[in-house]
Nanobody, 115 residues
Framework: QVQVVESGGGTVHPGGSLRLTCVVS????????MAWHRQAPGKQREFVAN???????TYLESVKGRFTVSRDSGRNTLSLQMDDLKPEDTAVYYC?????????WGQGTQVNVSS
């Protein structure tokens, strides 16, 4: 049984930084592609960042240059370093394995960016 648990969310001012971490058990983080998604109030869930098995990364256009996704195979964790945060980054952020079903996603961590 796979467990995915996100942490690291919080409230920051515009221009601030947060680092989200996703701890995975029951599956290796380097076995499949992994991703961060987010859902803002009243909006559909959207892709934020992806890291493929070969460590190639892709990003939502609006976060390129500000967010960095990384993987630690030894700790079996996925991280999302978020810098220069903007109010439009406010959302619940989810970590998971795309394409493997809802059981392969965590419950999310809330990020609020406001002045």
């Amino acid at each position: 049984q796979v467990q995915v648990v996100e942490s690291g969310g919080g409230t920051v001012h515009p221009g601030g930084s947060l680092r989200l971490t996703c701890v995975v058990s029951g599956e290796k983080v380097n076995s499949y592609n992994m991703a961060w998604h987010r859902q803002a109030p009243g909006k559909q869930r959207e892709f934020v960042a992806n890291i493929y098995r070969d460590a190639t990364t892709t990003y939502l256009e609006s976060v390129k240059g500000r967010f960095t996704v990384s993987r630690d195979s030894g700790r079996n964790t996925l991280s999302l370093q978020m810098d220069d945060l903007k109010p439009e980054d406010t959302a619940v952020y989810y970590c998971g394995f795309p394409g493997l079903g809802p059981d392969y996603w965590g419950q999310g961590t809330q990020v609020n960016v406001s002045s």
